[in-house]
């Protein structure tokens, strides 16, 4: 009896903890999706409006969900550093540029116009990893 009684109370908290597991990978699925929505609407409106990027120099790169936090919608482009005149794309002296937006809670359709908007008044160079 007691034996039975120490192997449940053990039992217990491991599925417990397996319970939280599964509704945390829920809600990390959750926000991947919407990560990925984001990223999926930024790309179109970069296709859409590729002047967003090409008057300061840049290309489009990869636009999707940053693999080390899967709630992260990640942009890249290349072209000149910051401190570099804006030159042809793609030209010698390019680097690749990374842009993280984490999940804010925003709908990603907000969120896609919002870093959109941004990229029409602000160089793309300034809002990546330094």
Avoid: K, N, Y
């Avoid at 990390?28 to 409006?49: C, N």
């Avoid at 804006?86 to 969120?111: I, K, V």
Wanted: without cysteine; neutral net charge; charged residues 20%.
């Amino acid at each position: 009896m007691l034996l039975d009684h120490l192997t449940a109370s053990r039992a217990a908290p491991t599925a417990v903890a397996a319970t939280e597991r599964a509704l945390l990978a829920t809600g990390v699925r959750e926000r991947s999706a919407l990560s990925r929505r984001t990223a999926r609407l930024i790309a179109a409106g970069l296709r859409d409006r590729p002047g967003l990027l090409t008057r300061w120099g840049l290309e489009p790169g990869w636009t999707g969900t940053d693999f080390s936090a899967p709630d992260t919608t990640l942009v890249t482009f290349t072209g000149p550093p910051l401190t570099a005149p804006p030159a042809a794309p793609g030209g010698p002296e390019s680097r690749q540029f990374l842009w993280r937006l984490p999940d804010d809670g925003t709908p990603p359709e907000e969120r896609a116009a919002g870093a959109l908007r941004g990229l029409a008044g602000t160089d793309p160079r300034t809002l990546a990893d330094p």
